[in-house]
């Protein structure tokens, strides 16, 4: 992987269909944050609107000499749609137009390989780039010349790209097979914590919601945050207590963003695999957007693409501090369940530790626990996986009264342990 040096220059396409729903303006916005958090210089935006798809350029063979005229007379290094090219389309773009010319797809690709700080990320940028990749590698010309550098050129390199179409698909196989790996290890760590019953909360919502600032605050972590989308690639766990001894595992996962494209969906697929064994999902959401509507119904449809929508979703309203108190209650009337936080203010995170409690530890008994010094290796577990509210030392055992989980209670009565409820 390397970097782009030097500073390019973009012309932003925006096309218009009739059937979008989100406002043009709010697409604009996001569209701009998208490219400039590649770093590449915004020339000027410019709005289409479409009647009808074209085959051969995606929009009218007139309206693709006026944008080649804007590319020259603006100088631009890269021109840049808001929706996805097939590979025809885009050749017969950079032809027009003069100019390299990349897709929505193309740009979070570059994105993603920007943030990718692992192992598993760099695999899996470099699986999602060759795969959109592999169905345009035809022939020689502008699509193949393009490789010195710049966004839409941050991966795989030269050399892997001039290799012929066989060798790309070899290529395919071993990293979908060293993502296996991969997920057989979380597999591994995953089973460790089914049975040691541990709870997980994973953080799921739009990109820039302040997942990562929430993740820090209530984890004493310092995992990197921006203002740029997608700076977390990876999935991050820490253990956090919620309530004395109820701890959780808190992961944090990559961001959501409107029409994120499947393949990159299936290619993260080893990362978003977590949010399937989650027993909650807390949905953060930044509450000073004016568009928040959207951005949960957006979140929502991932999360209906990947079949955890019916999953346990508690909703965190964050950057509350950005809120006039009249918006604020207005937000909390409307949803009553919800919780309203400041991550980056540490406001109101006790109550969220409450509600996660109460979510997961709803079930919790008292019990007593005689535990005799023959078994004291299960001592360590229980300090760790239970409230303990009293323990007295007897000749021959330790005798406590917990709080727990009813998962607790049977995992200990399975190892031989007496234990009765109160």
Known sequence: MYETTKIEKALLIMTAAHQERWPQDVLAEEFRNLVTST??????????????????????????????????????????????????????????????????????????????????????????????????????????SRLGGGIGTRGPGEKKLE?????????????????????????????KREKEKAVVCSLVGYTSAGKTTLFNALSQSNEKISQTLFTTLDTVSRSIYVHENSKVILTDTVGFIYKLPLKLIEAFKATLEELKFANVLLHVIDASSPDLMRLIESVNSVLKELNIDTKTILLVFNKIDKLSPEDLEMLQSKYADAIFISALRSLNLDNLKKAIYDLVFSDLVEAVVKLPFSMMEFKDYIHTNCEVLKVNYEEDKAVYLLRMNKNNLVYLEGRGIEVKIV
Do not use: C, W
């Not at 899996?124 to 590698?137: G, K, N, S, W």
């Not at 290799?163 to 089973?191: F, N």
């Open 39 to 144: 770093g590449i210089e915004v020339s000027r935006l410019i709005a289409v609107k479409l009647r009808q798809i074209t085959p051969a350029l995606y929009i009218g063979k007139g309206k693709a000499e006026e944008l080649a005229a804007a590319a020259e007379e603006e100088k631009v290094d890269v021109v840049i749609f808001n929706n996805n090219l097939s590979f025809t389309q885009q050749r017969n773009l950079e032809e027009a137009l003069g100019v390299k010319t990349i897709d929505r797809t193309q740009l979070i690709l570059d994105i993603f390989a920007k943030h990718a700080h692992t192992q598993e990320g760099f695999l899996q940028v470099e699986l999602a780039q060759l795969e959109y990749l592999l169905p345009r590698l035809k022939g020689k010309g502008i699509m193949l």
């Open 163 to 191: 290799i012929d179409r066989r060798r790309i698909t070899d290529r395919i196989t071993r990293l979908k097979h060293d993502l296996k790996e991969v997920s057989s290890h979380r597999d591994v760590t995953r089973k």
